[in-house]
């Protein structure tokens, strides 16, 4: 049987281990950002986390599909979820493209960006196929 003491440490080393996991996914996704953001290509993903003004939040993910002096022309992802499930969300919407200009993007990997609804929305992590 478990006694007190033990069942302590033990919800601390959980505690701790999810601290340290969650830590790691943050740095990783900055990393990718600051990695690929500045040289984009065809079919990177671009996760988005929208917050809208009643507190919701929302996840969207847009694949590159053009580049051109505009900007990126992205196809968006076929579903939001206030989650971040990366199965649900990684199939798009080949017919339907949003387009971002260059300075839209800086506002939105900086957290700056606000559209009409008045969403402040971030760009949290960009994923690039290793080939």
């Not at 990177?44 to 939040?57: A, C, F, N, S, T």
């Not at 080949?94 to 839209?104: G, I, L, N, R």
Request: hydrophobic fraction near 35%.
């Amino acid at each position: 049987m478990i006694g007190g003491k033990q069942l302590l440490y033990l919800f601390a080393g959980i505690a701790i281990a999810l601290a340290c996991y969650l830590f790691y996914i943050d740095t990783e996704r900055k990393q990718s950002v600051a990695l690929y953001f500045s040289s984009p290509q065809i079919g990177d993903v671009y996760k988005i986390k929208r917050y809208e003004d009643d507190g919701k939040r929302w996840v969207h993910y847009l694949k590159l599909k053009e580049i051109n002096d505009s900007g990126l022309v992205f196809m968006r992802s076929k579903m939001a979820a206030d989650a971040s499930s990366d199965y649900l969300l990684n199939h798009y919407n080949e017919t339907s493209s949003v387009v971002y200009t260059y300075k839209e993007l800086a506002e939105i990997k900086d957290g700056k960006w606000e559209t009409w609804q008045k969403d402040n929305t971030k760009l949290i992590e960009i994923k690039r196929d290793k080939k």
